[in-house]
């Protein structure tokens, strides 16, 4: 079955340094979204990315889809410790998603 | 704005008891998820409805069934309950057939949190 990874697995960063997750699938995704978690929360959307190459920014986040749609990176400049929290990648259509094994983000002021 | 909402938030079972976790989607949304995430796991799929037709189905164990009601809520019943199946239950539920280009963004409810002992 598909299988999607993240690394690294874990990252400690201080505050105002930049952050880096990358995503990776054994099988051409159509689409590939990105989530959020906070520790004891539950995992917020935060985009999608549909396009071959596709580059998506949101404020400190950057979002690109790669050229042959089997990975994915979330880059995060000048981290806060409002960001710490897990980083999920998932790949799937309408009926189901699956989850990257995620990042987890730990920033210290 | 209306988010997923879930119940119980809390559950705790003995080994071979049953339970059944609810889910209530956003108004209008017509299509509903169940994952299961273990501690420090990312969210495994178990299985998920259209229309109130089930639409796909992942690792979910035969002890487990669902089912979405003509409301559009549903119910997660699990049976003969396992130490192993202590985690994190979420639904999430998503709008599909906007009309416009497709878009698989999934709400994510606060989960379920099930403790078997």
């Known amino acids: 079955g598909q299988q999607v990874m993240q690394i690294p697995q874990y990252q400690h960063v201080q505050e105002g340094e930049d952050f880096t997750t990358y995503c990776n699938s054994s099988?051409?995704?159509?689409?590939i979204q990105w989530y959020k978690q906070r520790p004891g929360g539950h995992p917020v959307f935060l985009i999608q990315?549909?396009?071959?190459?596709e580059v998506k920014k949101q404020k400190r986040l950057t979002f690109q889809f790669g050229e042959a749609k089997k990975n994915s990176s979330l880059h995060i400049t000048a981290t806060q410790t409002t960001d710490v929290g897990t980083y999920f990648c998932?790949?799937?259509?309408?009926?189901?998603?699956?989850f990257g094994t995620g990042t987890r983000l730990l920033v210290s002021p | 704005a209306a988010g997923v909402i879930q119940s119980p938030r809390h559950l705790i079972k003995e080994k071979r008891e049953t339970a059944t976790l609810k889910c209530y989607p956003i108004p209008r949304h017509d299509t509903v998820y169940w994952y299961q995430q273990g501690p420090g796991q990312d969210p495994q799929f178990l299985i998920s409805?259209?229309?109130?037709?089930?639409?796909d189905k992942g690792s979910i164990p035969d002890r487990f069934s669902a089912q979405q009601f003509s409301d559009y809520h549903s119910e997660l019943n699990m049976s003969s309950l396992e130490l192993g199946d202590s985690a994190l239950y979420f639904c999430?539920?998503?709008?599909?057939?906007?009309?416009?280009?497709?878009?698989?963004?999934?709400?994510f409810g606060p989960g379920t949190r099930l403790t078997v002992t």
């Open positions: 990315l549909v396009k071959s190459g």
């Open positions: 999430a539920s998503s709008l599909v057939a906007s009309g416009g280009l497709p878009s698989y963004e999934q709400y």
């Open positions: 409805f259209y229309e109130k037709m089930q639409s």
């Open positions: 998932a790949g799937g259509g309408f009926q189901k998603l699956v």
């Open positions: 099988t051409t995704l159509s689409n």
